[in-house]
Protein backbone atom coordinates (compact mmCIF):
# COMPACT_ATOMS: atom_id res chain seq x y z
CA UNK A 1 0.00 0.00 0.00
CA UNK A 2 2.19 3.19 -1.29
CA UNK A 3 2.39 5.51 1.01
CA UNK A 4 2.76 9.49 0.00
CA UNK A 5 3.92 12.46 2.36
CA UNK A 6 2.66 15.63 0.53
CA UNK A 7 5.48 17.99 2.47
CA UNK A 8 6.86 21.34 3.20
CA UNK A 9 7.67 23.23 6.22
CA UNK A 10 6.64 26.45 4.16
CA UNK A 11 2.79 27.40 4.57
CA UNK A 12 0.59 28.25 2.53
CA UNK A 13 2.59 26.46 -1.02
CA UNK A 14 -1.13 24.17 -1.66
CA UNK A 15 -0.29 21.25 0.52
CA UNK A 16 -3.73 20.55 0.88
CA UNK A 17 -5.03 20.94 -2.26
CA UNK A 18 -2.57 18.30 -3.62
CA UNK A 19 -3.61 15.91 -1.21
CA UNK A 20 -7.26 16.84 -1.69
CA UNK A 21 -7.16 16.60 -5.82
CA UNK A 22 -4.38 13.82 -6.21
CA UNK A 23 -6.41 11.77 -4.45
CA UNK A 24 -9.85 12.70 -6.00
CA UNK A 25 -8.03 12.06 -9.22
CA UNK A 26 -7.34 8.46 -8.17
CA UNK A 27 -10.48 8.03 -7.16
CA UNK A 28 -11.71 9.22 -10.20
CA UNK A 29 -10.29 6.49 -11.91
CA UNK A 30 -11.39 4.23 -9.81
CA UNK A 31 -9.05 3.75 -7.54
CA UNK A 32 -9.26 3.75 -3.31
CA UNK A 33 -7.48 6.94 -2.15
CA UNK A 34 -7.38 7.43 1.44
CA UNK A 35 -6.03 10.69 2.84
CA UNK A 36 -4.84 11.80 6.31
CA UNK A 37 -5.27 15.46 7.71
CA UNK A 38 -1.94 15.07 9.95
CA UNK A 39 -1.85 18.88 10.03
CA UNK A 40 -3.30 20.32 13.22
CA UNK A 41 -4.88 23.06 11.44
CA UNK A 42 -6.95 20.69 10.01
CA UNK A 43 -7.59 22.14 6.44
CA UNK A 44 -7.71 19.51 4.96
CA UNK A 45 -10.87 17.81 6.83
CA UNK A 46 -12.43 21.53 6.60
CA UNK A 47 -12.15 21.08 2.86
CA UNK A 48 -13.55 17.81 2.43
CA UNK A 49 -16.20 19.30 4.63
CA UNK A 50 -15.40 16.42 6.95
CA UNK A 51 -16.19 16.61 10.98
CA UNK A 52 -13.57 16.64 12.99
CA UNK A 53 -12.44 13.51 15.21
CA UNK A 54 -14.68 13.74 18.53
CA UNK A 55 -14.19 9.70 19.53
CA UNK A 56 -11.33 7.24 18.63
CA UNK A 57 -8.81 10.27 16.82
CA UNK A 58 -5.50 10.05 15.29
CA UNK A 59 -4.26 12.23 17.79
CA UNK A 60 -5.21 9.56 20.54
CA UNK A 61 -4.18 6.92 18.45
CA UNK A 62 -0.59 8.71 17.82
CA UNK A 63 0.03 9.22 21.63
CA UNK A 64 -1.48 5.63 22.17
CA UNK A 65 -4.23 6.95 24.44
CA UNK A 66 -6.61 4.94 22.32
CA UNK A 67 -5.18 1.13 20.74
CA UNK A 68 -8.28 0.50 18.64
CA UNK A 69 -8.45 -0.56 15.03
CA UNK A 70 -7.44 2.12 12.31
CA UNK A 71 -10.71 1.57 10.57
CA UNK A 72 -12.28 3.39 13.14
CA UNK A 73 -10.91 6.40 12.58
CA UNK A 74 -11.76 6.78 8.78
CA UNK A 75 -14.42 8.48 7.28
CA UNK A 76 -16.09 7.70 3.70
CA UNK A 77 -16.04 11.20 1.65
CA UNK A 78 -17.13 9.53 -1.60
CA UNK A 79 -17.17 7.40 -3.93
CA UNK A 80 -17.57 7.71 -8.24
CA UNK A 81 -18.81 6.41 -10.87
CA UNK A 82 -15.76 4.47 -11.99
CA UNK A 83 -15.91 2.62 -8.74
CA UNK A 84 -13.28 4.37 -6.67
CA UNK A 85 -13.48 5.24 -3.41
CA UNK A 86 -11.84 8.72 -1.55
CA UNK A 87 -11.69 8.04 2.71
CA UNK A 88 -10.38 10.47 5.01
CA UNK A 89 -8.93 10.04 9.00
CA UNK A 90 -9.59 13.45 9.72
CA UNK A 91 -7.65 15.82 12.27
CA UNK A 92 -8.82 16.30 15.76
CA UNK A 93 -8.35 19.15 18.52
CA UNK A 94 -6.13 17.41 20.08
CA UNK A 95 -3.68 17.36 17.51
CA UNK A 96 -2.98 20.59 18.64
CA UNK A 97 -0.71 18.95 21.85
CA UNK A 98 0.30 15.87 20.17
CA UNK A 99 3.66 16.95 19.24
CA UNK A 100 4.61 18.22 23.32
CA UNK A 101 3.52 14.12 24.02
CA UNK A 102 5.24 12.55 21.49
CA UNK A 103 8.36 14.06 22.71
CA UNK A 104 8.23 12.12 25.77
CA UNK A 105 7.52 8.84 24.63
CA UNK A 106 9.95 5.84 22.92
CA UNK A 107 9.90 4.93 19.27
CA UNK A 108 8.13 8.83 18.87
CA UNK A 109 8.97 8.84 15.14
CA UNK A 110 7.46 5.66 13.95
CA UNK A 111 4.03 6.34 15.67
CA UNK A 112 2.12 6.87 12.40
CA UNK A 113 4.08 4.19 10.81
CA UNK A 114 2.60 1.84 13.22
CA UNK A 115 -1.23 2.89 12.74
CA UNK A 116 -1.18 2.99 8.84
CA UNK A 117 0.84 -0.69 9.08
CA UNK A 118 -3.30 -1.95 9.96
CA UNK A 119 -4.61 -0.88 6.18
CA UNK A 120 -3.97 -2.84 3.39
CA UNK A 121 -7.11 -2.24 1.22
CA UNK A 122 -5.97 1.31 -0.54
CA UNK A 123 -4.23 1.99 -3.83
CA UNK A 124 -2.17 5.09 -2.64
CA UNK A 125 -2.35 7.16 1.09
CA UNK A 126 -1.32 10.84 0.92
CA UNK A 127 -0.61 12.46 3.94
CA UNK A 128 -1.35 16.11 4.02
CA UNK A 129 1.65 17.31 7.23
CA UNK A 130 1.69 20.43 9.17
CA UNK A 131 4.42 23.34 7.93
CA UNK A 132 6.74 22.68 10.34
CA UNK A 133 10.03 20.11 10.17
CA UNK A 134 8.90 18.76 14.21
CA UNK A 135 8.25 15.33 15.37
CA UNK A 136 4.94 15.37 13.28
CA UNK A 137 6.60 15.52 10.17
CA UNK A 138 8.89 13.04 11.17
CA UNK A 139 6.44 10.67 11.74
CA UNK A 140 4.94 10.93 8.09
CA UNK A 141 8.93 10.83 7.12
CA UNK A 142 8.93 7.48 8.91
CA UNK A 143 5.88 6.20 7.48
CA UNK A 144 5.74 7.06 3.60
CA UNK A 145 7.51 5.37 0.96
CA UNK A 146 8.03 8.53 -0.97
CA UNK A 147 7.84 12.48 -0.98
CA UNK A 148 5.25 14.88 -2.97
CA UNK A 149 6.64 18.72 -2.45
CA UNK A 150 4.33 21.37 -3.01
CA UNK A 151 6.42 24.63 -4.34
CA UNK A 152 5.43 28.22 -5.14
CA UNK A 153 7.56 30.48 -8.01
CA UNK A 154 9.44 31.91 -5.34
CA UNK A 155 12.82 32.84 -4.27
CA UNK A 156 11.34 31.68 -0.36
CA UNK A 157 10.74 28.38 -1.94
CA UNK A 158 14.23 27.89 -2.93
CA UNK A 159 15.55 27.94 0.64
CA UNK A 160 12.65 26.14 2.03
CA UNK A 161 13.58 23.60 -0.22
CA UNK A 162 16.77 23.16 0.87
CA UNK A 163 15.61 22.77 4.64
CA UNK A 164 13.36 20.28 3.66
CA UNK A 165 15.65 18.06 1.76
CA UNK A 166 18.16 18.76 4.81
CA UNK A 167 15.70 16.68 7.30
CA UNK A 168 14.46 14.16 4.76
CA UNK A 169 18.57 13.40 4.99
CA UNK A 170 18.64 13.09 8.18
CA UNK A 171 15.10 11.24 8.53
CA UNK A 172 16.64 8.71 6.24
CA UNK A 173 19.86 8.39 7.64
CA UNK A 174 18.21 7.85 11.64
CA UNK A 175 14.84 6.41 10.94
CA UNK A 176 14.59 4.35 7.93
CA UNK A 177 16.21 1.26 6.74
CA UNK A 178 15.41 2.53 2.90
CA UNK A 179 15.69 6.38 1.75
CA UNK A 180 12.54 8.07 0.86
CA UNK A 181 11.84 8.03 -2.93
CA UNK A 182 11.39 12.03 -3.96
CA UNK A 183 8.34 11.90 -6.35
CA UNK A 184 8.94 15.73 -7.42
CA UNK A 185 7.49 18.61 -6.86
CA UNK A 186 4.08 20.39 -7.86
CA UNK A 187 4.13 24.11 -8.64
CA UNK A 188 1.04 25.52 -6.98
CA UNK A 189 -0.97 28.79 -7.02
CA UNK A 190 0.79 30.29 -9.95
CA UNK A 191 -0.34 33.47 -11.33
CA UNK A 192 -0.72 34.20 -14.69
CA UNK A 193 0.70 35.69 -17.32
CA UNK A 194 4.28 34.17 -15.33
CA UNK A 195 6.19 37.18 -13.97
CA UNK A 196 10.22 37.00 -14.70
CA UNK A 197 10.57 36.45 -11.35
CA UNK A 198 7.88 33.38 -11.47
CA UNK A 199 9.51 32.00 -14.85
CA UNK A 200 13.59 32.35 -13.21
CA UNK A 201 12.29 30.43 -9.84
CA UNK A 202 10.46 27.23 -12.08
CA UNK A 203 13.52 27.57 -13.94
CA UNK A 204 15.59 26.86 -11.15
CA UNK A 205 13.65 24.83 -9.73
CA UNK A 206 13.60 22.31 -13.21
CA UNK A 207 17.23 21.82 -12.72
CA UNK A 208 16.79 20.13 -9.69
CA UNK A 209 18.17 16.95 -10.00
CA UNK A 210 16.44 13.84 -8.67
CA UNK A 211 13.24 16.53 -7.71
CA UNK A 212 11.37 16.55 -11.46
CA UNK A 213 9.41 19.10 -11.38
CA UNK A 214 5.61 16.87 -12.22
CA UNK A 215 3.26 19.61 -12.35
CA UNK A 216 2.01 23.88 -12.31
CA UNK A 217 -1.22 24.44 -10.94
CA UNK A 218 -2.57 27.77 -12.06
CA UNK A 219 -4.30 29.80 -9.34
CA UNK A 220 -7.93 30.12 -9.96
CA UNK A 221 -11.11 30.69 -8.40
CA UNK A 222 -12.27 26.64 -9.46
CA UNK A 223 -10.04 25.68 -6.42
CA UNK A 224 -11.12 27.80 -4.19
CA UNK A 225 -14.99 26.91 -5.13
CA UNK A 226 -14.28 22.95 -4.73
CA UNK A 227 -12.74 23.64 -1.31
CA UNK A 228 -16.25 25.43 -0.09
CA UNK A 229 -18.01 22.49 -1.69
CA UNK A 230 -16.25 19.42 -0.23
CA UNK A 231 -15.31 18.15 -3.24
CA UNK A 232 -12.20 17.45 -4.78
CA UNK A 233 -11.38 18.78 -8.34
CA UNK A 234 -12.36 15.65 -10.18
CA UNK A 235 -15.70 16.09 -9.17
CA UNK A 236 -16.51 19.71 -8.83
CA UNK A 237 -14.83 20.61 -12.18
CA UNK A 238 -13.62 17.77 -14.25
CA UNK A 239 -13.01 19.14 -17.70
CA UNK A 240 -11.35 22.16 -16.09
CA UNK A 241 -7.06 22.46 -16.48
CA UNK A 242 -6.76 21.97 -12.79
CA UNK A 243 -8.69 18.89 -13.05
CA UNK A 244 -6.17 17.76 -16.22
CA UNK A 245 -3.23 18.45 -13.84
CA UNK A 246 -4.24 16.66 -10.81
CA UNK A 247 -5.31 13.73 -13.23
CA UNK A 248 -1.41 13.95 -14.72
CA UNK A 249 0.00 14.12 -11.40
CA UNK A 250 -2.19 11.13 -9.96
CA UNK A 251 -1.02 8.99 -13.04
CA UNK A 252 2.93 10.14 -12.49
CA UNK A 253 2.08 9.07 -8.49
CA UNK A 254 0.64 5.71 -9.51
CA UNK A 255 3.38 4.48 -11.70
CA UNK A 256 6.12 5.66 -9.70
CA UNK A 257 5.03 3.21 -6.50
CA UNK A 258 3.70 0.44 -8.96
Not at 171 to 195: E, F, N, Q
Not at 197 to 218: F, I, K, M, N, Y
Request: proline share 5%; hydrophobic share 50%.
Amino acid sequence: MPITAVVNQKGGVGKTATVAHVAGAIAAAGGRALVVDLDPQGHLTDALKVQEATGPSLAAALTGEWTGKTQELIVAHSTTAAGGALDVIPTALEMFTVGRTLDQMRAREHRLARILAGLDDYDQVLIDCPPSLDIITDNALAAADGLLVPVQAEDSSLRALQLLLSQVAAVDADLRDTPLHLHGMVASLVRRPLTMLARSVLDQLGQLEDLPLLGTVPLAVVVTEAWRMGQTIATYAPDSEHAAVYQALAVALVQATA
